[in-house]
């Protein structure tokens, strides 16, 4: 939580729980997070990342909530000179592909692994302000 305050403080990470309400529920359940980050004035790139629990997988809440924090991103930093948000997942990760696509971010290129924190190769997708 602190972490995330920090961010939300320094200006340059902004994070956002994905909440849903079952029908004839009276509490929101936590059913995924996305989170924006390095965002930094004059920096045409920042990148975006998501997680979504087990129990909510399979029915596109990953993609509208993606579709969501994309369309804030741009609309809050592209006066700063935000052009492009990049998101990045390994290469065995097809539902983060299938992700990517629906929310029409363009797959650019392969990524070399970089053990220990990135031990796979992975994809690199590429959504522009113009997209």
Not at 36 to 65: C, D, I, M, Q
Request: aromatic share 8%.
């Amino acid at each position: 939580m602190q972490a995330q305050q920090r961010g939300w403080a320094a200006g340059d990470r902004f994070g956002f729980a994905v909440l849903e309400t079952q029908p004839g529920a009276v509490r929101e359940q936590l059913v995924g997070n996305v989170v924006l980050k390095e965002v930094t004035s004059n920096k045409p790139a920042a990148e975006v990342g998501y997680w979504t629990g087990a129990h909510a997988r399979g029915r596109g809440v990953a993609p509208r909530a993606l579709e969501a924090l994309t369309s804030w991103a741009f609309d809050t930093f592209e006066a700063d000179g935000l052009e492009r948000l990049e998101l990045l997942h390994q290469v065995d990760n097809l539902a983060s592909c299938r992700v990517a696509q629906k929310s029409r971010y363009d797959f650019d290129s392969v990524l070399p692994a970089a053990p220990p924190s990135f031990p796979r190769d992975g994809h690199l997708h590429i959504r522009r302000t113009d997209a």
